[in-house]
T-cell receptor, first 112, second 113 residues
Framework: DAEITQSPRHKITETGRQVTLACHQT?????MFWYRQDLGHGLRLIHY???????NKGEVSDGYSVSRSNTEDLPLTLESAASSQTSVYFC???????????FGPGTRLLVL | AQSVSQHNHHVILSEAASLELGCNYS??????LFWYVQYPGQHLQLLLK??????LVKGIKGFEAEFIKSKFSFNLRKPSVQWSDTAEYFC???????????FGRGTSLIVHP
């Protein structure tokens, strides 16, 4: 069965460190997204990609970057982790014909 | 910019009670509408969606939603909730031909057995 996986599932890091969260999908979807989920804010879009070599900023992109070198993967990098980036991060993908989002299991990140 | 409002942030019900969760959006053009559910400790998954046609949409687990264009609403309903419906519910709207959804802030539903 097609799926979307994220790793690690839990991460503790220190302020100032670079952190990369992995996202891998086997749906063969063109569109991939990164969200953060915080209490009281719901889901907020960080970055998204419509295909290989395409990346775009979302509403809360400061301090984050992504790269898309193939269809399956969209890693999210926190350049210099800050305590404000403590959150749960969800990766999602969708195909162009059907805008339904398929979500990964999430990564819980704690920045100390 | 598009906004999506979910008016009920926390809802507590007893089993067998009826449920209605509100969702309103601000975009005046063509929209695609979604309800996603997040069970405790799990990822979000699709509950139901509306693209066109019959404005009354039926989803999984007995849920349904009605698109009322004149009210910019897409409310979620279930006639009789179960303890297993305890979850967080998110409304999402794609405006026009956009692939990017705008999510509401979510409604936390607790169902007491």
């Amino acid at each position: 069965d097609a799926e979307i996986t994220q790793s690690p599932r839990h991460k503790i890091t220190e302020t100032g460190r670079q952190v990369t969260l992995a996202c891998h999908q086997t749906w063969n979807h063109n569109n991939m997204f990164w969200y953060r989920q915080d209490l009281g804010h719901g889901l907020r879009l960080i970055h998204y990609s419509y295909g290989v070599q395409d990346t775009n900023k979302g509403e809360v992109s400061d301090g984050y970057s992504v790269s898309r070198s193939n269809t399956e993967d969209l890693p999210l990098t926190l350049e210099s982790a800050a305590s404000s980036q403590t959150s749960v991060y969800f990766c999602a993908s969708s195909e162009s014909r059907d805008r339904t989002q398929y979500f990964g299991p999430g990564t819980r990140l704690l920045v100390l | 910019a598009q906004s999506v409002s979910q008016h009920n942030h926390h809802v507590i019900l007893s089993e067998a009670a009826s449920l209605e969760l509100g969702c309103n959006y601000s975009y005046g053009g063509t929209v695609n509408l979604f309800w996603y559910v997040q069970y405790p400790g799990q990822h979000l998954q699709l509950l139901l969606k509306y693209f066109s046609g019959d404005p009354l949409v039926k989803g999984i687990k007995g849920f349904e939603a009605e698109f009322i264009k004149s009210k910019f609403s897409f409310n979620l309903r279930k006639p009789s909730v179960q303890w297993s419906d305890t979850a967080e519910y998110f409304c999402a709207v794609n405006e026009g031909g956009s692939y990017i959804p705008t999510f509401g802030r979510g409604t936390s539903l607790i169902v007491h057995p």
